[in-house]
């Protein structure tokens, strides 16, 4: 989703999108629970169909709440003194003996704003204020600032909405759109539309179902490549355009892909908004790197 760290917009419409978010996901649930639940079964569909589509709606609100009530990648502000910031701009470190991200010059990496000594992939989001461990995105979608403790969430929020809603389609399209398309064209035709029929409603939750999952299956599957490759978001947008640019922090598709979601052993926690074992042992301020390449600038 969209990336906006370095604007801001006025704080009273950070919180339209989210709101028209939460109203779309609402809306598409209820409208189908109303309009379309009992047509369904009448239909021939069985319990257990219905109770996965149930079961997908909660994951991906789990996800979304998850996502949203995640705090934990902000790091903590103020902790330089002006005296100990200055020393920093001084300092240099060789980036071939250290596992860490340096400036161009070779000195540390700091936030002047923050007063904070910056991690590996951390950045400064000028909407939140606040440096974030591994900074993916600022979501404007969401109001949220999507960094190294709710990226899993975010893109398990993703992934469970696009299925959700395409499955909510599929559903709709096997059992009642036929019927419903006729019923709603004869009304449209006769001039007797009205916009609590349920039929209509059945055939505008297909379509914005449809049109959403398949939007949200195109950010999926831009987010798994990420993951995959081990990039963020910001990486990649900073990085694509460096023809001699080496990720060295992609240390192979599987490794890459336990970094975010947890080990083999631990593989129920991938599909659920909930840490792994091994990703509490991690800091968030230190990544495993690919001694192969160079360590980037």
């Known amino acids: 989703?969209?990336?906006?760290?370095?604007?801001?917009?006025?704080?009273?419409?950070?919180?339209?999108?989210?709101?028209?978010?939460?109203?779309?996901?609402?809306?598409?649930?209820?409208?189908?629970?109303?309009?379309?639940?009992?047509?369904?079964?009448?239909?021939?569909?069985?319990?257990?169909?219905?109770?996965?589509f149930h079961v997908m709606t909660f994951l991906?609100?789990?996800?979304?709440?998850?996502?949203?009530?995640?705090?934990?990648?902000?790091?903590?502000?103020?902790?330089?003194?002006k005296e100990k910031l200055n020393e920093f701009k001084r300092k240099r470190f060789d980036?071939?003996?250290?596992?860490?991200?340096?400036?161009?010059n070779g000195g540390v990496r700091i936030c002047r704003k923050c007063r904070a000594f910056k991690p590996d992939r951390t950045h400064h989001c000028s909407t939140c204020r606040r440096c974030v461990?591994?900074?993916?995105?600022?979501?404007?979608?969401?109001?949220?600032?999507?960094?190294?403790?709710?990226?899993?969430?975010?893109?398990l929020f993703l992934g469970w909405s696009a299925t959700t809603c395409l499955y909510q389609s599929c559903l709709i399209f096997r059992y009642l759109l036929a019927n419903s398309l006729d019923r709603a064209g004869k009304l449209y035709v006769f001039g007797k539309l009205e916009m609590l029929n349920p039929h209509l409603q059945i055939a505008s939750v297909f379509f914005g179902s449809t049109c959403?999952?398949?939007a949200l299956l195109c950010f999926y599957i831009m987010h798994m490549y990420f993951?995959?490759?081990?990039y963020s978001t910001l990486e990649y947008c900073e990085k694509r355009d460096n023809p001699d640019f080496i990720n060295y922090f992609n240390v192979g598709i599987v490794r890459n892909v336990q970094e975010?979601?947890?080990?083999?052993?631990?593989?129920?926690y991938w599909f659920v908004p909930v840490h792994c074992p091994s990703m509490r042992k991690r800091d968030g301020k230190t990544f495993p790197g690919n001694r192969k390449v160079n360590k980037p600038d």
């Open 260 to 268: 975010i979601f947890g080990t083999p052993r631990e593989l129920l």
């Open 60 to 81: 991906l609100s789990w996800s979304l709440a998850q996502t949203l009530r995640s705090s934990e990648s902000f790091l903590p502000r103020h902790t330089l003194t």
């Open 95 to 104: 980036a071939f003996t250290l596992q860490t991200e340096t400036k161009m």
């Open 212 to 214: 959403l999952g398949l």
């Open 227 to 230: 993951v995959i490759n081990n």
């Open 1 to 52: 989703m969209g990336c906006c760290c370095e604007s801001r917009a006025p704080k009273p419409l950070r919180y339209v999108l989210p709101c028209i978010i939460v109203w779309i996901i609402v809306y598409l649930y209820i409208s189908f629970v109303i309009f379309a639940h009992s047509r369904v079964i009448e239909a021939g569909a069985s319990y257990w169909e219905l109770l996965l």
């Open 133 to 155: 461990l591994k900074l993916d995105h600022h979501c404007m979608f969401i109001n949220k600032c999507i960094g190294y403790y709710n990226y899993k969430f975010f893109v």
